[in-house]
């Protein structure tokens, strides 16, 4: 049976790990490399990786980090930040990664992920999309920037233009509920599963396996990613790296 | 010496860092020459079907791998299109396909899946060794491995499958003949299981 992906995803910014609350407040949780590594003993379904710091400072992605990671990976690694041409994306995945994430760059050139996706195949590129709920007309808003910058694109339109470009995954990432640990947006998830038939992965607000467990029974094949589960244990939130273990992981399916 | 074929813009990296790992010898073929020296062969697969027979064309290789494996009998494993190619034919393209394990390339039927997405079949499947091959030993089949792909193997005889998949139909996740072995899904991208088959490929006494 294809099992649903089960996938931390780490932020990087200034060359360290971190944490967000809502996109707000990183907090240093370890080096990069390091983390790789426990996630490797740990044997994560996937890895997501994204640098918080590139496309703010208009730059490039960090190709000596990935290097670095790339060789330490045993599972799928993804990684984005900062990535805007199709070489950028050949380059990432020559030095080993399975995918590459693009964000800001295809909100406002959706035709990227075409080109992309001809230089690299199309199951390698992975499409992040950072949401706000509107607060008094329902629906979503697509941000770039870390959630400081709101996109002028229409969120469903572009879930939908994005299934029929054909790009290999879509990760939606809540940013209300970021860090908030207190579950998924389920109405999200619903939203975006019933306008696609991409794969897709949800992203924000996972604080507990029950949370994960919650989203596979009802999606039965989805990606259920999650940051501060992964790096925080109890409810003080110490910093450790953590990953449900065989026994614990089969029953969420 | 282990020859990992490099043949247009994959990711072979991924291949080099395991075996690096594991401290076994390996080196990337870019060109007809360095086939020299090398007692076993990996075959990556990235693109499609018709790119990755015509860059095997224009490169010589086709012809150089026909004799290595077909005559010299050397290990070969084929990773997803690299296991695809051995095939005889492929929906995916129109160009002959090796021929080393009769079968054809088909795409997975839509319709025969519940759950959305569809395609590609992405991500971790459990497999049924049925043929107790040693080169799964150490491999836990309930773990699986990590698979992405929109076009599966549908071998003619059985007894060149080696280990069953299901996905909206049974399909073979792995095949062989003789010192040629096709692996549908991702052992660089598998932990454990991915290493310790790399590992046992590495070790087979098949000469």
Redesign the interface.
Known sequence: ?????ITPCLLVHRKGLVKTVNFKEPKYVGDPINAVKIF?EK?V??LIVLDIDATKEKRGPDFTLIRNL??E????FCYGGGVSSVEQA?KI??????KVALSSAVINNPFLCKEIGN???V?SVVVVLDVRKRKLLGGYDIFTHNGKVKSKRKFKEFIVELNHIGV??IVVNSIDNDGKMTGYDMELATLV?DLC????TILGGAGSLDHIKKIITK???IGAAAGSLFVFKGKYKAVLINYPN?EEK?PLY | MIGIINYG?G?I??IT??YNRLNIECKVINKLAEFDGVDRLVLPG??SFDECMKQLIDSGFKEKLNKLVLESKIPILGICIGMHIMANSSEEGDLEGLGWIPGKVKKFDKTLL?????L???????INNIHNHIIFTGVNE???F???HSYYYECKNEQNILTVC??GLDFSSSIFNENIFGMQF?PE????N??NLLNNFAKLDIC
């Open positions: 049976m294809l099992r649903s992906r490797n044997e379904d996937e790339a060789a990976c045993r599972m799928p050949r995945i020559s030095l080993g990664a399975e230089a690299v195949g199951q290999g995954e599963r038939d991409t794969p897709i999606f039965k094949v065989r089969f | 813009s990711n990296e991924a860092n395991i990235v693109g519940v759950n959305k997405p569809y590609p079949h992405m991500g971790w499947n459990n309930n773990q699986g990590y698979f992405v299901n996905y991702h991208k598998s932990h454990s991915g290493e």
